[in-house]
């Protein structure tokens, strides 16, 4: 406080608060900004949540799909192979099943017939363009059903190559074994291998 006086003999009395004025100011500026960053900063934390929830959605979604692709999504599934039926024969490979029994009916060595066994061949073509070959396995005379059959993938390569990657065969019992462990190669059995059933 200071006292000021004039010639009059008035006294005044005058207060200056400025300081404390611009301290509280700035107390009061220091205060908003506070609150300000501590509601941006409560918008961060909303947003992370929710962040952190949407990938734990997206993640499970994800791992949901993968099971389901592995496990369950297979065009031949342990149920259809035991309960396989295969297309049916046709006129035309019948007949020429006949024709081939029928050379092999005489041949005889020593008055003993000779164990023939002969395959007949079906080929498929995929969308992709792979051959699938199937075999039709008969034994002896007996042309009324097959003995075995399987099928693979011919594998593209030298002409000389009669090797392929085997997707399934039938067994004597007529069960269905997958050969393949490839998911994508399971897809091609079912809609390429010409079984006879």
């Not at 908003?32 to 961060?44: D, G, R, Y």
């Not at 065969?169 to 399971?186: C, N, P, R, W």
Request: hydrophobic fraction near 40%; charged fraction near 20%; include cysteine.
């Amino acid at each position: 406080m200071e006292n000021i006086s004039d010639n009059s003999n008035v006294e005044a009395t005058v207060n200056v608060y400025s300081k404390i004025n611009n301290a509280i100011d700035y107390e009061l500026y220091k205060s908003a900004k506070v609150i300000a960053l501590h509601k941006s900063q409560l918008e961060i934390n909303r947003s992370k949540y929710a962040l952190n929830i949407t990938l734990i959605c997206c993640s499970i979604l994800i791992t949901l799909f993968f099971i389901w692709w592995l496990f369950l999504h297979q065009s031949v599934s342990v149920n259809e192979a035991s309960q396989w039926k295969g297309s049916p024969i046709t006129q035309e490979e019948r007949k020429r099943v006949e024709e081939i029994a029928a050379t092999v009916k005489g041949k005889t060595h020593e008055n003993q017939i000779l164990p023939t066994k002969f395959t007949v061949f079906r080929a498929s073509v995929t969308e992709s363009g792979e051959k699938i070959v199937t075999g039709i396995v008969y034994q002896g005379i007996n042309v009324s059903e097959p003995s075995s059959q399987y099928c693979y993938l011919e594998l593209a390569g030298d002409i000389n190559d009669l090797g392929g990657k085997e997707l399934a065969s039938i067994d004597e019992a007529g069960v269905l074994h997958i050969k393949t462990q490839d998911d994508f190669l399971k897809n091609f059995i079912k809609p390429h291998c010409l079984f006879v059933g």
